[in-house]
Each structure stands twice: as structure tokens, then as C-alpha cells.
């Protein structure tokens, strides 16, 4: 008796405080009620006290905890979020999907850049001549398989680069990706769309579509790029001045090879150079 006298008292200490957060909270009514029900109608006197009390605490911490100011919705097993947010990451992401097929188009033509660097001229320490800086930069064209069509002022050089499997298979890769997101976004925002003769569609069937991208590089074929060189000394022949129009990616690699610097720009040692 004098147990369950103890118990009572303490529920009521407990549960006295937190009438206001089970009032502002209707779920954590339903929840209290949810146990009885579930019971086969269990009457509150039939309950043991242990019983009772464990479903009177389930009740308060869930009622302080989503009228707690630290409570971030969502976060108890609810669907919670901002329209506004979802439309505009929604927005963001078909603004920027166009760009997958960029990628593909782009990657069966060159980027054309045109810059000039400079190297030392025959008159600087360890310099070159005009003559020996073209013949150093035919035998560079010549074993990147490159060959002269146009040997006047102007030096234009042409090769083949040929179809790669390796980016075939990246292009795939990466449409599958894309497609996959697309998917996913579609899933989300058409929920319960049905489609007449087909029923509810699985969006995730767009990523059969990817091996295009790689199909779509192979048949363009082998590519043919086209590379200019013009070279130029100071007055004192100090200086030599090379200007190279062609793709980004041979003029990158040309002027590291033959290690050139751009013009107007200055060339930082790296820590481990000696």
C-alpha cells in the first residue's frame, strides 16, 4: 500500500509540471491513448505500475521534445520541409542538367585557344636562335604525329587524334549518372502519376539511354585538329616570341614540354624544384 501511495505521488509530480506541453502537443494525447487501445482496451487500473509509468515517460519526453525551442522538425520520423527550398533546388537542378549533353557534344571537337610565350633569343645565356626554336618545334609536331601543311610565315601543322575507348566508356558513365539523377528528381515530384497502358512508369529506366552518349563519340569518328605556330624575335634577339593557335590541350602540353613561359606571366618555383 504504501508503494503504490509513493508512485501515485511521484506520477503526479511528474506529470503535473507537463500538463501545458501534452495540451500544445495532440499527438502526444493520441500516443498516450495508442497503448490502451492496442491492449485488447486495457483499463489504466489493470495496468501494473511499472507499465504505467514506462507509457507516461514515452508521453513526456515526446511531448518536451517537439515543444522543446531546439526542436528541428523532421527530424522525429515526420515528412517535413519548405516548398519554396525544394522548387528552387529544383530549378537550380533543370538550369544545369543541359550541361550533360554539352559535355557529350563538346567532347568530339576541340577547345581553340590562341596565346603567346616567350623563350630566350640567340643573343641571351643559353638562348636559341629562330631557326633552331622551329626546328625543335617540328620534331616536337612530328612525333606527336602532326604533319606540315603550311611551312609560309605561319607554321600550320595537322594531325588525327583518334576515337578513344576510354572516353567512350566515360561519356557513358557519365550520362548514366546524369539519367539516374533525373530519374530520382521525376520519382519525387511525380509520386503517383500513372501513365495510360502503362501504369505508374519507373523513371529509373532512363539510364538504358547512357550508352548513346558513347555511341554518339564513336561514330563522329577520328578527329582532326589543326595547330598554327608564328615566331617572332626582339630587335636585340634576346627574346623569341612563339604564337601558338590550336587545342587547349596540345598548346598545355606543348609549352611544358618545351618548357616555354606565357607571356606577361611569371613562373613560380615549386617547393621541390631544386
Known sequence: MFLNLSFLVTLCLLIGPSLAFVKSSPSSLTALKSPIRQNDKTSVAQLSPLDFFETASNVLADASTTSSPDYIPGTSGEVSYSRASYYVILGLYLTSFPGLWSVIKRSTSAKVKRKTFVSKGENATGGKGLREQAGEIMAYM??????????????????????????????????????ASLALVLQIQFQNLELPGIGEPNWFFLTLLSPYAGLYYWRAGDRVDECSIKLEANDEETENSIIVQGPEEEIERMWRTLEWQEKGMVKVPGLLEA
Open 142 to 179: 612530328k612525333a606527336n604525329n602532326y604533319e606540315v601543311v603550311d611551312a609560309g610565315e605561319t607554321i600550320t601543322f595537322r594531325g588525327i587524334v583518334q576515337r578513344s575507348t576510354s572516353q567512350a566508356f566515360f561519356l557513358v558513365f557519365c550520362a548514366a549518372v546524369g539519367l
